[in-house]
């Protein structure tokens, strides 16, 4: 079954205490991306990444990074969280980002961060 | 002028009735065009997507697509409570990102 599998998907921390948000997917896409969603805000992507090793700043990259080692895996990483980072974060996958792909979103991940 | 332009509603619409959801985009150059239907607190998912001129039917939903206008809607049919959510139009870029319009919320009232 073709799916985006994220963890965790609730997460309450405090702030400064470093956290990785991994999400991994089994249909050999190349381009992946997070996203954060907000009341009143909508989608924002942070990062994305075209392929392996390739990754760029989305529209609010700020406060965050990534890695793309494996072509199936894109974490999300907060060095040191902070209160304005709680939000519900989404990975998601399509091909190759040519504009005709689908693009499948993960289950989410609800992050508080106190 | 925003990439991908939706009234945020909520719309509101009887049961059985035809819901109508409206999309404008603003790239004259953008050759597909994605709904999502997301319920609250889950993720986006995927209900139709369509890339000519005309109309593209998948059950109760029908895509809408007029490039010349730069709008695109979702029909649906028969509506049903369960149909209550934010449908988010997604549009590629140049670049081949997916840009989303704020989403429109649509309540069905039995």
């Known amino acids: 079954e073709a799916q985006v599998t994220q963890n965790p998907r609730y997460l309450i921390t405090v702030t400064g205490k470093k956290l990785t948000v991994t999400c991994s997917q089994n249909?050999?896409?190349?381009?992946m991306s997070w996203y954060r969603q907000d009341p009143g805000l909508g989608l924002r992507q942070i990062y994305y990444?075209?392929?392996?090793?390739?990754?760029d700043k989305g529209d609010v990259p700020e406060g965050y990074k990534v890695s793309r080692k494996e072509k199936r895996n894109f974490p999300l990483i907060l060095e040191s969280p902070s209160p304005n980072q709680t939000s519900l974060y989404f990975c998601a996958t399509r091909g190759s980002g040519r504009r005709t792909d689908t693009q499948y979103f993960g289950p989410g991940t609800r992050l508080t961060v106190l | 002028q925003k990439e991908v332009e939706q009234n945020s509603g909520p719309l509101s619409v009887p049961e059985g009735a035809i819901a109508s959801l409206n999309c404008t985009y603003s790239?004259?150059?953008?050759?597909?065009f994605f709904w999502y239907r997301q319920y609250s607190g889950k993720s986006p998912e995927l209900i139709m997507f369509?890339?000519?001129?005309g109309d593209k039917e998948d059950g109760r939903f029908t895509a809408q697509l007029n490039k010349a206008s730069q709008y695109v809607s979702l029909l649906i049919r028969d509506s049903q409570p369960s149909d209550s959510a934010t449908y988010l139009c997604a549009v590629p870029n140049q670049g081949g990102k997916l840009i989303f319009g704020q989403g429109t919320e649509l309540s069905v009232k039995p």
């Open positions: 790239d004259r150059g953008s050759q597909s």
């Open positions: 369509i890339y000519s001129n």
């Open positions: 990444s075209m392929n392996v090793e390739v990754t």
């Open positions: 249909m050999n896409h190349e381009y």
